[in-house]
Structures are given as C-alpha cells and as structure tokens.
C-alpha cells in the first residue's frame, strides 16, 4: 500500500441544540471582536439566534446560488467597509460558498455553521459565476477554521431539500471511491458516510421533526466532504458540474439524479469496493442499496423534471467526455455515456 493523504486543518465541533454557545466559543478562540455574520434571509431566524452572542459588526443578507462574482464583490466591500476580523457564514452551500469567495480575497477566517448537507463548510474549494462560466479552485484561505454542526438548526428544511441534499452528500461518498486522488483513507470515510447518510436519512423521511436522523446525516455529510476534498471529483463530479453549467440545473437534485447511474456504470469495475458500498448500506449489492434507500425517500428520478432539455443529452457528450478523470473504472465511450444520460434524463433505472 503506498499513498499520500493529506488531512485538511480544521476544528469541528458537533454541538446539538447548543449552537450559539459553540459558535461564540469559536470566534472567542479566534480572539474576534468585528463579526460579519452571513445569512440568506431564509434563515434570519437562525441567524437572529447566533448574533445574539456574537461582536457582530456586519449583517449580510445576498447569498445567490453558485457565487455570481457581482454578489462576491459586495460581500467583500460590505467586509472591508466594516473592518471585520471573522466571518460567521449560516446556511446551505451557497452561503459557506460566498463567505469563502470574501477569505479567498481578505484572507479572513471562517466559522462555517451548515444548514445543509452539501459540505463545503469541510472542503477548500471555492467556486464564482461570471455569466454562465463556473470557476472553481482550491486555496488554503477559504477552508473554514470551524465547523458547528447543530442539528436543531436543519429543523426547518423541507423533506424534499433534506432528501436532495443528503444524497449529494451520498455522491461525494460514492465519487471518493475512484476520484483522481483517492486513497484508503477517503475510502475509509466514504464507506462509514454512507452507512451515517443511509441510516439517517431513513430516519429523517420517517420523522422530519426528530433530532437522531438529521445529526446522523450531519456526521455522515461530514465525513463525505472531508473524503471528497481529499479525493477530488470523480466521474459523477464532472457530469453534474457540466450539467448544471449547461442546462442551470438545481445543484443538490442534479447530484440526486445522476448517482445511481454513475454507481451502476463504475462498481462492476471495482468488485471489492462494491462490496464494501453493499455492505454500507445493508444490501446485498451497492446498486440494490442505493436503489432501495432512494425509494424510501422518494429521491429525485429524472433530469428532465428539473428543466434539462432533451437534445441536452447529445449537447453535454462532449463536454463530458473531455472531463472524464484518468483512471475512472470504467472507460467512458459515447455511446455509454450517451446511455447513462438518457436514463438519467428519463429517470429510467440504471443500466
Ligand atoms: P443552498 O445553499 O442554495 O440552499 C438551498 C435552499 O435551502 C436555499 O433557498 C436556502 O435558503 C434554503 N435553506 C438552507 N438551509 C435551510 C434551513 N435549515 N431551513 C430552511 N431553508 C434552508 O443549496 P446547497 O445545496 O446547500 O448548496 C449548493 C451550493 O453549494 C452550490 O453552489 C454548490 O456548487 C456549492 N457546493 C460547494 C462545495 C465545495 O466544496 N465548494 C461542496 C458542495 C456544494
């Protein structure tokens, strides 16, 4: 066995119902006084919570999906105008995506509190929209110094948003398996996320309201972005990312859509990592769990449902084939991918 794993600096704190505290306790450990604390009006009330134990200097309110570079620079003027010294980012990805876009130009640390499964809050990749373009990068600065998971904080996410976002926290498990970097370590993590976002997401769909289902996703969605910032993208990566790029697709139920089918298409090519999936879920083969959890959360089906238009499938051969990572266990060919598409656009089983 031989490999380089490099494990990301970051203090992450796992505290139910006990945010404000932990939060205050994380800008204390940074000696802040100035905060710019940064929420979607969507979570006000959340935010509201926090601020009250928090120096904040700044509220900021515009988050839009993506990071158009627009909304960036006002962040960023909003952070300097306000001579903050940490920024305090409530919310999805989209929210931990624009206090990132401000660290990666002022060099401010970041205390990251998720209000979603997608993870950003453990990885350090940036991402900004000019136009239709999507950069993405990797820098030091944007990796928040803390994390605060409270689960009491995700009460208010719609089923549907949980479900999504759980299984795009499903697909950084899934895509560590076989991503340009990946190694035992992200392997190790990936498999005991999936089992964490199996188990918890069950338990979210049947009791929206209880606590143990939404801190078990929360540790699980943990685990995947931390084997995902390790790994890289994969082959599912770079089809949700042209996808979404071509056809402005919802970020979290694109990733719902097309993980099946990127499991169906590499685990026959990785027989023991496909045991070690199936064994994650319970299930006698990694598709069959996959297939079997999805049905117990009514997960999104069809790309087609979310706006992508027919004639996209040709459209986005190329692209993707251009993206492919080397070494993906199975060789992607036109005419398969073309085939993976299709069934993902109709919402068809995998093949
Ligand atoms: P999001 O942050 O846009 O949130 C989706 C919706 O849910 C928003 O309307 C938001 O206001 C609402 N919401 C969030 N938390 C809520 C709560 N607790 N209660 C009620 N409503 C709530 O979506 P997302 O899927 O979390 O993040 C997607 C973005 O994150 C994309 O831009 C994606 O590229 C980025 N992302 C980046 C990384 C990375 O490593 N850089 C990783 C994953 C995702």
Not at 29 to 43: E, G, I, N
Not at 127 to 150: C, F, Q
Request: hydrophobic letters at 50%.
């Amino acid at each position: 066995m031989r490999f380089i794993h490099e494990t990301l600096p970051q203090r992450v704190v796992f505290a139910p119902g006990a945010a404000p505290a932990a939060v205050a306790a994380e800008v204390a450990a940074l000696k802040a006084t100035q905060v710019m604390l940064v929420a979607a009006p969507a979570v006000a009330a959340l935010a509201d919570r926090l601020a009250a134990d928090l120096p904040v200097a700044v509220r900021h309110h515009e988050v839009v999906m993506h990071v158009p570079v627009d909304v960036a620079e006002r962040a960023r003027k909003a952070a300097t105008k306000g001579a903050v010294d940490a920024l305090v980012c409530v919310g999805g990805g989209s929210t931990t995506g624009l206090a990132k876009a401000v660290a990666l130009t002022t060099g401010l640390p970041i205390v990251a509190v998720p209000t979603t499964y997608a993870g950003s809050e453990a990885t350090n990749v940036w991402g900004l929209t000019e136009g239709e373009v999507k950069t993405t990068g990797v820098d030091p600065r944007v990796l928040p110094r803390s994390i605060v998971y409270d689960a009491s904080l995700l009460t208010g996410l719609p089923v549907e948003m949980s479900v999504a976002s759980g299984l795009n926290a499903l697909a950084h498990c899934v895509d560590s398996m076989w991503g340009p970097r990946a190694d035992p370590i992200d392997r190790a993590l990936a498999f005991e996320g999936i089992r964490a976002l199996s188990e918890g997401l069950a338990a979210v769909t049947a009791d929206p309201t209880g606590p143990e289902g939404r801190e078990q996703t929360l540790y699980g969605a943990y685990l995947a972005a931390v084997a995902f910032a390790s790994a890289g993208s994969g082959l599912h990566h770079r089809i949700c990312h042209v996808l979404g790029g071509m056809f402005d697709l919802p970020h979290a139920q694109t990733h719902a859509v097309v993980l099946p089918h990127v499991l169906a298409f590499n685990a026959p090519a990785v027989p023991e990592t496909e045991r070690r999936i199936a064994e994650a879920f319970g299930s006698p083969t990694a598709v069959a769990g996959l297939t079997a959890l999805r049905g117990t959360l009514h997960a999104p089906r069809a790309l087609r449902d979310y706006g992508m238009p027919k004639d996209g499938i040709a459209r986005a051969v190329a692209p993707v084939l251009a993206a492919v990572p080397a070494g993906n266990p199975t060789a992607v060919t036109e005419e398969n991918l073309t085939a993976l598409l299709r069934a993902a656009w109709e919402g068809s089983d995998p093949v």
